[in-house]
């Protein structure tokens, strides 16, 4: 990692210039965003024609089913994906749907991991996008709104499974009657500390600091039972705290852990929760690590027991790049990629020795993972290697898995079968990510030069200037959002003289910031609708310059500024 000593901008990601090295393979990068878009809609329309309000489509038999707790759940997962693409008027629509049709008053048994990162996450992120799609939003938002609303009707459901003596939740919960009695203790790490980005969140927008509390209070068990050599075991009993299984690794049942321990320490300028990310990526360097590839080991002695990847690994070079250790993700990434070629997708376990998938692993549930890495390292690096993993990714799964009724889970990357299922996280993630790395101009990638200033019950707030978290279900949190409901000014604002020099060279003194145009919602400003509802959100609030303008809090750590998505510490 490198050190920055530039300005501090609060996490915004700045612009490279575009490469000639895409164009120089031939690569027709907006040929490619296009039928990505394309991808999304032939999934998306038979989902809402076959399936809906079931969960998820099953693409073979153009029908529904419930998987994660009757929550319409794909319809959710798509909602911001709606907006990067552009389409605004559905976003509208989808809206007005889930707040009329969508209860979490049920007698459902649900996973409190998914139900947070798809439901909470996805409801989250469609709020603070709300303005910028259109939406009518009312009084005092962001600080309140009925998808905000909904979020925290859904967190609640979950908070009984939190109540151990460790703090660690189990893994159930039913959404009526809270944890059953017969309820199993044994947890997976990632189920356990995977929600200070939505929780904190939540409690940043509402006030309530019981969901930060509860997540704080997850991820600091984990860490105080970690092994003697720093590893973390694969499932814990969260009444105990005894480890029930011992294989450490940053793959299935433990990644978003260390995920949302980086991502947490960006969103909320956690010191903490950085130097715990580190110290644990230390020790799977020095015991996971062989050859850029991370293998399973004891988390007590350290010594090899599985000595394969599994595709879910495939987001650590996009978490590396976000730490700023750009050389080391694109060494691993690139093991990965072979693997990809070599089958034409990831199979969910590989066995490195032998170069080959694993006996009942073969599959490929169309994942996003190895595409979330080219992403984060393509605006790092802009190596159009990582264009190309892009290209073959919408070659192989258009080919394998593409069906009259959407995209199918390929059961077998040997033979390509098809299993009768299609994930929603195929619309929240595998195909965001796709369109995001094929459109660097959409507003997602926004590098702070263009920002909204609202006003909300304590403030001005500024909102919109990029820096965007992707929780683990790529739903993007605003992370200024969480300074604009804060009844008291805790922090003092390190760049407030650089944002009113950008305003003293505006010709105006009124603060009516022009949008650069966006990409996705470009294409679709044909329609009329779509066109009105942009302008409705494109207001913007009159106030002097003496007021604050910043949302964005002095970074309280050594991070100083996220480039390019990554964090560069004084200390390295």
């Known amino acids: ?139 005092g938002w962001p600080c309140s709104g009925p998808l905000l609303r909904m979020a925290e009707e859904a967190a609640r459901k979950l908070l009984p499974a939190f109540q151990t003596p460790t703090g660690m939740p189990y893994g159930t919960v039913n959404l009526l009657h809270g944890v059953n009695p017969g309820e199993t203790p044994v947890t997976c790490t990632a189920g356990i500390g995977t929600f200070i980005v939505e929780f904190a969140t939540l409690s940043h927008l509402t006030g309530d600091p ?32 005894k480890w029930v299984a011992q294989d450490a690794g940053i793959g299935a049942g433990v990644d978003s852990y260390f995920e949302y321990l980086v991502k947490g320490a960006i969103l909320l300028q956690d010191k903490e929760l950085m130097s715990m ?12 690590k062989f050859d850029d590839w991370y293998l399973w080991v004891q988390m007590y002695k350290g010594t090899v027991s599985m000595p394969v990847f599994q595709s879910l690994e495939a987001y650590w070079p996009g978490l590396q790049s976000l730490i700023g250790d750009v050389d080391n993700a694109m060494r691993t990434f690139l093991n990965y990629y072979t693997v990809w070629k070599q089958f034409g997708g990831l199979p969910e376990f590989y066995n490195i020795p032998q170069g080959y998938t694993v006996d009942k692993r073969e599959g490929y549930p169309l994942r996003p993972e190895l595409i979330e890495s080219a992403m984060y390292l393509y605006r790092a690096t802009r190596d159009p290697t990582l264009l190309e993993l892009g290209r073959d990714a919408v070659e192989s799964i258009e080919k394998i898995s593409k069906v009259d009724c959407g995209f199918a889970t390929i059961k077998d990357l040997r033979d390509h079968r098809l299993d009768n299922r299609m994930e929603s996280f195929f619309l929240a993630e595998t195909i965001k990510y796709l369109y995001l790395l094929f459109d660097p101009d959409n507003f997602i990638h926004n590098d702070g030069s263009d920002f909204d200033v609202v006003v909300t019950p304590y403030g001005e707030c500024v909102l919109n200037a990029g820096g965007y978290i992707f929780n683990t279900e790529a739903h993007p949190i605003d992370p200024a959002a969480l300074h604009c409901c804060r009844k008291r000014r805790e922090e003092q604002w390190e760049v407030e003289d650089l944002m009113r020099e950008f305003y003293s060279r505006k010709k105006t003194k009124k603060f009516t910031l022009k949008r650069a145009p966006d990409h996705g919602e470009g294409e679709n400003a044909k329609d009329s609708q779509d066109a009105s509802s942009e302008k409705a959100g494109e207001k913007r609030n009159s106030k002097k310059s003496s007021y604050s303008l910043l949302s964005c809090p002095s970074q309280s750590f050594n991070s100083k500024l996220a480039v390019l998505g990554q964090v560069f510490l004084d200390n390295t």
Request: hydrophobic share 45%; glycine share 6%.
């Open 277 to 288: 990310f580190l110290e644990y990526n230390k020790a799977i360097k020095n015991y996971t």
């Open 210 to 241: 019981v969901f930060e509390d509860v997540a704080r209070k997850a991820l600091k068990a984990l860490w105080k039972n970690r092994s003697d050599i720093g590893l973390v075991g694969n499932h814990i009993d969260v009444i105990t705290a």
């Open 1 to 139: 990692m490198r050190r920055f000593l530039g300005p501090l901008l609060c996490l915004l990601a700045l612009r490279l210039p575009a490469s000639s090295g895409a164009a120089a393979r031939g690569l027709d990068v907006a040929s490619y965003r296009e039928r990505v878009r394309a991808m999304f809609y032939h999934a998306y329309e038979h989902y809402l024609e076959s399936a809906f309000p079931y969960d998820e489509l099953r693409p073979l038999t153009c029908d529904g089913q419930d998987t994660w707790g009757s929550f319409s759940l794909t319809l959710i997962d798509a909602l911001d994906t709606l907006l990067i693409l552009g389409n605004v008027s559905e976003f509208q629509r989808v809206v007005n749907v889930l707040q009329e049709g969508v209860d979490f008053d049920i007698d459902v048994n649900a996973s409190v991991f998914e139900t947070n990162i798809r439901v909470v996450g996805g409801l989250l992120s469609a709020h603070l996008l709300s303005r910028k799609a259109g939406v009518e939003v009312e009084a």
